[in-house]
C-alpha cells in the first residue's frame, strides 16, 4: 500500500550503462533476485555506505575495492540475503562471487563491487549466485532499469526509479537512479540500497563530494523505523560519455547545474522508499523550523518521526498533537522555551505558545490529519536554523510485515 | 492481555495513611478517576517527576509545594485528562483543585500535591474534580488501596499493586505502593504514576536520596514506547508510625533494610506497568553486559528495547536475532569490535564472535523466543560494565490502542 508512489519511469539509455538480470532463486522462486550493472571503462564511481558497526560483508568488500586506484567495472547485487552479521566466513562467500564475475568479464577482482540485502546472519548462499552470473551477463542491456529496479525489491511493493535531463551549453545530460528499501530504514550516510548513474563526465572526487552532500539531503533525511541497515549502500556513477570537459571542481556552473537535478533524483528516490515503507498509509513531511542550530532541528525532527505514539495517531488519522508536544519536550534540547513552541499541520495552526491554539478546533485537525500527505512544521522559537526529515506513519501492516518477514 | 501480572495483592492499611477515591466522570462514565491520598501530619514525603521539557501542569506544581517546608499533607490524582500542553491556564486549573481540597480539610495550599493523567492538550474539567473531592473525602480509609490502584488507571487492564514487610530490631515495617502506566512509557527520573507509603520514621533529605537512586533501578528501567510522559511522577511517603528512631543517614542498618524491600516494591511496580504494556505480549528483559563503561550498557538496553523491528520480531516469537546485532551495530558506540559480541536468548547461544553461534540451529531460536518471558543477554565483550532494561513486544494490539486512544 505505497503512498502516492508513481509507476516507474521510463528511464532511456544511459551511455556507459548495461545492466543484467537473473533468477538465482536465492529465498524465493521465480524472482528476479541478482543484478548486474557493467560500467564503462574509465567512469568515475563514488559511494557511501552504512555507518551500522556491524556492516555487511559486501559493504566492507565495496569499501576497499573502491578505495583502489584500478577503477570499478561491475556493481553485483543481491537480494534475498544480506550477508551480514555472517563473520569472516561472510567476506569470503562475497569475495567469491566477485572472483567469479571477474573471471567471467575478464577484469581484476578489485573492479567488482559486491551489494547484498535481505536476511541477516544466513549465510550467503554462494552456488546459487554463481549460477545465475552468467545468466545475468547474457542479458546486459542498456535498456533494463525496470528490471534492475523489481531486481533488487524485497519487501518493497513496488520499483523505485527516478530520471531528469538537463541541457548545459547545448548538451544533454542524463541522470537516472534506481533504490530499494521499505524496512529497516534510518540511513546514515546512505540508504540500503540506491544507484544513480549520469553520463556526465566528472573526477571522482568531486562526484563523491556532491554524493556525500546530497545523500544528507535526502536518503540521510528519511526514516521508516529508526533502524539503520547493516547494508545501506549508495552508489553515484557518472560514465562521461556525454563528452563534456571533466568537471573537476563543484564550483563550475556545470557541477551546478548537476547537483540540482542529481538533488532530484536523490530525493525523488529517497522519498520513494519511504513512500513505499513498510505499512506505509501516509507520507510525512516533518519540518522543524525556528532552530537555535540546525542539530537540534534535525534531532527534534527524527524523535518525532520515531515516535510510535505519532506515528499511531498517523495511521488513525488522530490530531492528538500533544504526543508532538510530548516529543519535542523529551528530546533534550538545551534552554527550550516550551511556551515559544508552535505547531501546524497541513496549515492549520494547532498549537501556539507551548499550548493549543485559540482558534483550534477539533474538526480542522480532523481536517488536517485527513489527506495521505501531512505536512507537519514545528517552530521551536529560539533562531533561524531548520531541517527536514520524511517518515512514515505506524499501522497494522508493518507490525505484520515484520512479525511474518522471514516465514 | 497483560504478560505474567499477579492479582492485586492484599495491602494491609499503612499506619498514616488514608486513602478516598470517586467518579468525577472525567471521560468515561463509571470510572473511579480521582484518588486522593491523606498523609499524616509529619510524614516525610519525596517526589521525582518526568524530565519532559513539556511537563504537565500539575508536575511544577508538585515541585514548587515540595519543596516548601510546610509538610505534605494530601496527594490529589484524576485520570482521564493530563493537564498538558496547557500553557498559562493549566496551572490555574490545577492550583484551582488544590485550593479547593485546602479550604475541605483546613490545610494550605501548598500542602497539597496535584497529579494528572490522560490526554495531552485538553483544558482540564475543573467543575467535574471539584465536585468529586467532597465524595472522595468522605470514603477515606486504611483499606482503599486496590480501589485506588483502579482510581488512577488509564489504558491500563489491570491495577498495580506491592507490598512488603520487613523486620528490624523486634520492629515490623511496611512498604506499600500502586503504580499506572501502559504507553507512553519511558520513565526519564520516575515514571507516570507511582506511589508508595511506608510507616517508617525517616528524615526526607534521606527518603528523597533512596527514591532517587532506586528509581534509577527500577521505573527509570522500563520503556514501552520510548516515549518519555508529560506527566511522570513518583512519590514516597514515610508516615513514621511503626515508631522507630526517625532514620538519619542511608548508611545505618535500618535504612539498608528499608532500601532492599523498598527497591523490591518499586521493582514489582515498574515491571507491573512492562507486563501490562500496551499490546504486550511479552516480558522481555534486556541484560548487556560486558560493557567498557555503564552509559554504553544503557544505552545498547535502550537501544534493543526501543528497535520496532526487534519488538515486532519478538512479537512473532522470530529469533531474527540479527535484528539484535544490527541495533547493537548502530548504537554508537565508541571502539565497538563486532567480532567480540556474543548473544544469549533465554539461556541459548545465538551468536558468537560476531556471527551465528557455530551449535545453532533454528529450532534452538524457535524454543528460545516461544515462552512470554524472553531475557536477552548481549555481551560486548569490552570490559566488566553492565545494566538492565526491561520492556515488552510491538503487537497488533499496541497499533489499535494507540490509533484509536482519544475515540
Known amino acids: 500500500m505505497a503512498v502516492g508512489l508513481h509507476d516507474f519511469p521510463l528511464i532511456p539509455e544511459i551511455k556507459g550503462i548495461r545492466i543484467g538480470v537473473a533468477e538465482a532463486g ?27 558497526a556491524f556492516c555487511a560483508a559486501p559493504v566492507r568488500i565495496c569499501q576497499k575495492h573502491l578505495g583502489l586506484s584500478d577503477g570499478s567495472r561491475y556493481l553485483l547485487i543481491n537480494t534475498g540475503n544480506a550477508n551480514a552479521g555472517t563473520g569472516k566466513s561472510g567476506l569470503d562467500t ?27 546472519g544466513e549465510p550467503l548462499p554462494v552456488a546459487k549466485i554463481v549460477a545465475a552470473i552468467p545468466k545475468a551477463l547474457e542479458n546486459l542491456s ?10 533488487i525489491m524485497t519487501t518493497d511493493t513496488l520499483p523505485k526509479g527516478s530520471v531528469r535531463t538537463f541541457e548545459f551549453e547545448d548538451r544533454t545530460f542524463s541522470i537516472a537512479g534506481i533504490s530499494k528499501g521499505a524496512g529497516m530504514i534510518r540511513p546514515n ?18 562526484l563523491q563530494a556532491i554524493l556525500k552532500d546530497v545523500v544528507n ?23 562521461g560519455m556525454a563528452g563534456n570537459a571533466k568537471v573537476t571542481s563543484v564550483d563550475e556552473p556545470l557541477a551546478q547545474a548537476f547537483i540540482a537535478a542529481f538533488t532530484e533524483v536523490m530525493q525523488e528516490l529517497a522519498h520513494a522508499i519511504v513512500r513505499d515503507g513498510e505499512g506505509a498509509t501516509k507520507f510525512v513531511t516533518v519540518e522543524v523550523v525556528g532552530a537555535a542550530v540546525e542539530p537540534d532541528a534535525t534531532k527534534v525532527a527524527f524523535e518525532i518521526a520515531h515516535s510510535p505514539l505519532v506515528k499511531t495517531a498517523l495511521f488513525a488519522s488522530d490530531p492528538n498533537w ?11 534540547v538545551d534552554g527550550l522555551d516550551v511556551d515559544r513552541v508552535q505547531l501546524h499541520i497541513n496549515g492549520f495552526e494547532v498549537a501556539r505558545d507551548g499550548g493549543r491554539s485559540p482558534d483550534y478546533l477539533e474538526e480542522h485537525g480532523k481536517q488536517a490529519m485527513a489527506p495521505e500527505e501531512i505536512h507537519v512544521v514545528l517552530d521551536m522559537g529560539m533562531g533561524s536554523e531548520s531541517d527536514i526529515v520524511w517518515t512514515t506513519d505506524f499501522s497494522h501492516e508493518y507490525v505484520t510485515i515484520n512479525a511474518e518477514y522471514r516465514t
Open 26 to 52: 536465492i529465498k524465493k522462486p521465480n524472482k528476479k533476485d541478482v543484478v548486474i550493472f557493467e560500467l564503462c571503462e574509465g567512469a568515475s564511481v563514488a559511494g557511501v555506505f552504512t555507518q551500522n
Open 94 to 120: 562475497a569475495l567469491k562471487t566477485c572472483e567469479v564475475l571477474a573471471h567471467e568479464t575478464g577484469v581484476s577482482v578489485e573492479s567488482i563491487l559486491p551489494f547484498s540485502t535481505g536476511v541477516i
Open 142 to 151: 542498456g535498456d533494463n532499469w525496470k528490471s534492475a529496479g523489481v531486481g
Open 189 to 206: 550516510m546512505a540508504t540500503m540500497l540506491g544507484y544513480v548513474c549520469s553520463d556526465i563526465a566528472m573526477d571522482v572526487e568531486v
Open 217 to 239: 539531503k535526502s536518503f540521510n533525511r528519511i526514516t521508516v523505523d529508526s533502524d539503520t541497515s547493516t547494508n545501506d549502500s549508495c552508489i553515484a556513477v557518472a560514465t
Open 322 to 332: 500533544g504526543r508532538i508536544l510530548a516529543v519535542v519536550g523529551r528530546a533534550g
